[in-house]
C-alpha cells in the first residue's frame, strides 16, 4: 500500500521514498485512529499527510519517549539539537535525516508556512520545564504550537479550491484544537503521571481539585464535575470547526469528518467511562471505528472523481 501511495504522488527518490515510509510506519503504529481517517484521502495525498504526522511524532518522542533514560536537560539537548537540524535543512531544502527528509519534501511542495513547525518545536520545548497552565488562555498558547499548526499545515494538501486559504485556516486551527483537548480529557492521568496537567489550574480550583486530589486517583464528584466542564468546552470547539469542512476540495472532506467524528468520540468514551480516566486509557471502540470510517471510504472514492485543484 505505502509503495503505491508513494507512486501516486509521483516520489520516485528511493532515500524519500524510505523516508516517506518510516513516516506511514510511525502513524500506523501510533496513531491508528489518525491514520484509519487518512486512508480516505486520495493515495496521491496521503504520504505528505503521514511525513507530518511523522515529524511531529519523532519530536514528540524525544520528549515523552517512557523509555528513555535521559534526564530532562539531556532530553533538552537533544531536542534543541533536533530543532537546529530541522531548521536548518528547511533553509538549504534538503535533509540527510530519515524522518526530517520528508518534511523538507512537504514543506516545499505544498508551500506550508515556515512559522507552523517553528511554533510546534517551541511547544515541544514547553513540555520539558511546563507541569501546568495557571489560565486557558496560557494552556492556548502551548496548544497553539502543539495542535492548532497541525491543522493549518494540512489545509493546502487537502485544498480549498475558489476559497482563500486565510478564509478555511481558522476552522482548521480549532479542528487541531479540539483533537488536542479530547486528548487531554482522555489523558489525565497518563500525563499526570508524567507531572503534567493540561487541564487549566484556574478550572481545577473552581470544582475544588487540585494537584494533590488528581493524584489519589479517585474519580469522586468535583473530578466529575470538572471533567464534564472541560467536554462541553472541548465540544464547543468541535461545533466552531465543522463549518469548515465544506471549503475543502470534495475527496478531502470524508477523511477530516471521519478524524472529526472518531476524535469527538474519545469524549463519548470518557462519559460512557463515568469519566475513570486516572488510572486507565479509555477508546473509541473498533466497532465505532469501522462504523464510522466504511461508509466514509464509499463516500470519499465517489469524491475522487471531482478534479482536483492543482
Not at 163 to 184: M, T
Request: contains cysteine; proline residues 5%.
Amino acid at each position: 500500500m505505502s509503495s503505491r501511495e508513494l507512486d501516486a504522488a509521483g516520489i520516485t527518490d528511493p532515500e524519500l521514498r524510505a523516508s516517506y515510509a518510516e513516516c506511514r510506519r510511525l502513524l500506523a503504529e501510533h496513531g491508528k485512529t489518525y491514520h484509519l481517517a487518512t486512508l480516505l484521502l486520495p493515495p496521491a495525498k496521503r504520504p505528505y499527510v503521514q511525513a507530518l504526522y511523522g515529524f511531529a511524532r519523532y519530536a514528540d518522542e524525544i520528549v515523552d519517549d517512557l523509555s528513555s533514560t535521559l534526564s530532562d536537560d539531556e532530553k533538552a539537548r537533544e531536542l534543541d539539537g533536533f530543532a537546529d537540524s530541522v531548521r536548518a535543512d528547511l533553509d538549504r531544502g534538503a535533509s540527510d535525516h530519515p524522518i526530517t527528509r520528508s518534511l523538507v519534501d512537504t514543506v516545499a511542495r505544498w508551500d506550508i508556512d515556515r512559522k507552523y513547525i517553528d511554533a510546534f518545536l517551541d511547544s515541544m520545548r514547553m513540555d520539558l520545564t511546563v507541569t501546568e497552565y495557571a489560565t486557558y488562555d496560557d494552556l492556548m498558547t502551548y496548544v497553539y504550537g502543539s495542535a492548532a499548526v497541525i491543522g493549518l499545515q494540512m489545509v493546502p494538501i487537502l485544498e480549498h479550491p475558489g476559497v482563500p486559504r486565510e478564509v478555511v485556516e481558522p476552522y482548521a486551527a480549532d479542528l487541531g484544537v479540539a483533537f488536542q483537548l479530547a486528548n487531554f480529557i482522555r489523558d489525565v492521568g497518563e500525563d499526570l503521571r508524567r507531572g503534567r496537567i493540561y487541564l487549566p489550574m484556574e478550572d481545577l480550583a473552581v470544582f475544588g481539585v487540585d494537584r494533590e486530589h488528581l493524584e489519589r486517583g479517585v474519580v469522586d464528584g468535583p473530578v466529575r464535575r470538572l471533567l464534564a466542564y472541560e467536554i462541553a468546552r472541548c465540544r464547543e470547539v468541535y461545533r466552531s470547526a465543522w463549518p469548515g469542512f465544506r471549503l475543502l476540495h470534495p475527496a478531502s472532506q470524508e477523511c477530516m469528518k471521519t478524524a472529526f467524528l472518531l476524535y469527538g468520540g474519545i469524549l463519548d468514551a470518557v462519559e460512557r467511562a463515568d469519566y475513570q480516566v486516572l488510572d486507565r486509557r479509555v477508546s473509541v471502540s473498533n466497532t465505532r471505528r469501522a462504523a464510522v470510517a466504511i461508509p466514509a471510504l464509499a463516500r470519499a472514492i465517489r469524491a475522487r472523481r471531482v478534479p482536483a485543484a492543482r
